[in-house]
C-alpha cells in the first residue's frame, strides 16, 4: 500500500503564526516553496500560508507585509493527513476540499508536505488525470 509518507516531500518546515509575511516570503524564497504551514505557540497546524496568500491578501490589499503576520491570514479549518494513510485518503481529502497543497503530520509533528509535483511523480496518468479534475472543477 502506497502511503502519504511514501509520496510527500519531507523535511518541511512550520512558520510560526507571530511571523511576519516579509519573514515567511523569504523562507519560501529560501526553501524554494510556495506554501508554509502556520504553527501555533503549541506547533500545531493552524492554517497554511501561500505566495499567493501574501501576494492578494497582503501587497495587493496595500498592506505592509513587515507588519501583516501567518496568523492574520490563517483561514478556515487547516486540512492534513496522517503519514500513514494510504494514497487513496490522500486524493480524497485533496479532491474534497480542493486543495493544492496537503500537510503531513505524524504523532502531532509535521513530518512533510504533499503537492502537485509530488502527485504527479507518484501517480498514474489516470489518478492524476481525475484529480486535476476534481480539484480544479468550478464551484
Do not use: F
Not at 63 to 81: E, L
Not at 114 to 139: K, P
Amino acid at each position: 500500500m502506497t502511503t502519504a509518507r511514501d509520496i510527500m516531500h519531507p523535511g518541511a518546515q512550520w512558520i510560526p503564526a507571530h511571523e511576519t509575511l516579509d519573514r515567511a516570503a523569504q523562507l519560501m524564497r529560501q526553501l524554494d516553496v510556495g506554501a508554509l504551514p502556520i504553527a501555533d505557540a503549541d506547533e500545531r497546524l493552524c492554517g497554511i500560508l501561500t505566495d499567493r496568500d501574501i501576494v492578494i491578501g497582503c501587497v495587493a490589499m496595500g498592506h505592509d507585509p513587515s507588519k501583516v503576520t501567518a496568523a492574520d491570514m490563517a483561514k478556515g479549518t487547516p486540512r492534513w493527513i496522517d503519514a500513514g494513510s494510504d494514497v487513496d485518503a490522500v486524493l480524497q481529502e485533496m479532491q474534497g476540499h480542493q486543495i493544492r497543497r496537503l500537510p503531513v503530520i505524524e504523532n502531532k509533528r509535521l513530518v512533510g508536505m504533499i503537492s502537485e509535483a509530488d502527485l504527479a511523480h507518484h501517480l498514474s496518468d489516470e489518478q492524476i488525470a481525475a484529480w486535476v479534475e476534481r480539484v480544479y472543477a468550478n464551484g
